[in-house]
């Protein structure tokens, strides 16, 4: 089905995006998985491109967009590569970075966003605690005012970009009787006395982004490092969440879309009983099920993207955006699999690869249950 979504301009950008990938990421993927990791020339190249600055003012070295469907094409040009790319680029670009913007003192946006545009300022958002990631107003983390210093003590876990941030949004305790109007934002220096990283966690996929803890003890950040009103972070974090989960919806379909791509080729080429695996009737029908679903799934996404680059997308709209296609992408490339016989469980094929990363979906940007019980909430239920 023909998208209506993005004219010429999106076009020009996604060209110029595709080049970037071709040349600057493509060609080292394979050691990017083994290093765990992207390294920081990757960055530097987007942002020397104007890239990462999308949702950055001129003023401040971006390129201020202000229209997400630019951001649309980055995620899905950067999906069909892998699952752990995007989500690294969309937690620095679409995730963090505007906090800063939306939120930042003048001072704040003048001191890191230049930088955060040209990739030497790498960003992460730590929210997750290892007692519990659903329960935001749970956190344990606390910062404690000690003359015109706040004192951070406590630890996050499972941070994107945990290991290769230099600036950590953090989500803090400021008022323990509080609740969830006792939480504050903090942008944390990782050359900050006081923090430190453990080992990048070994995940079940997505080798190639950096995944870590992180600690804060002792740790010293003046009035300058908050981000936001002090006591008002969960309400900050709700207001942010839905672009979160927009983005995270945008690259689960592109992902599993380019699979589904991939698959019907190789169903074409492959060949049992003296005939291609895609011409028996069973398999015909599976991919005519699941090349469906795939564009059902795009086509509500992409009324949502619509809807956020008017300002009006709602928390529950990304909340089910989100659940159903990370539940589409993991039933999609499980037939994927399939399709595949036992090349599909061999790594070396993008098609296991792709099943194994997309299994943390339903569990990230708030859990697929969570998400679930947001839309039933506001079923009056
Ligand atoms: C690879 C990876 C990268 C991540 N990146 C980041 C990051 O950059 N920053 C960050 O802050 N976090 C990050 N996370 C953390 C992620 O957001 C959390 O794992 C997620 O929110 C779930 O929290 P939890 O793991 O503590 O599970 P829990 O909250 O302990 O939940 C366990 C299970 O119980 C279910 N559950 C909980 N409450 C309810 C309820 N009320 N009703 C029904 N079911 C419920 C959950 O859905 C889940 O199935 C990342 C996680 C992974 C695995």
Known sequence: MKRD??????????ATVREFVERSVLPQVEQHAADKQIPREVWLEAGKQGLLGLEIPEAYGGS???????????????????AAIVSCWGIHSDVT??????LGTEEQKQRWLPSVASGETWLAIGMTEASGGSDLAAIKTTAV?????WVINGSKTFITNGYSADLVLTAVRTSPE???RGITLFAIPTDAPGFSRGRKLDKAGQEESDTAELFFENLRLGDDHVIGEVD?????MMQKLPQERLGSAISNVAHAKQILLETIAYTKERHAFGAAIGSFQHNKFLLADLVTRIEVAEAFIDKCIRAHTRGELSAVDAAKAKWWSSQTQNDVLDHCVQLHGGYGFMNEYRVARAWRDARVTKIWAGSNEIMKELIGRDLGL
């Open 145 to 149: 005012r000690d003359g015109d210093e």
């Open 232 to 236: 008002h972070g969960f309400i900050h």
């Open 64 to 82: 201020g967009a202000g229209d997400f469907r630019f951001n649309a094409v980055v995620s899905e040009e950067l999906a069909k590569v892998n």
């Open 5 to 14: 979504l993005f004219d010429q301009n999106h076009d020009a950008f996604r």
């Open 97 to 102: 970075a505007p906090y800063i913007v939306e």
């Open 178 to 180: 509080k609740k969830a």
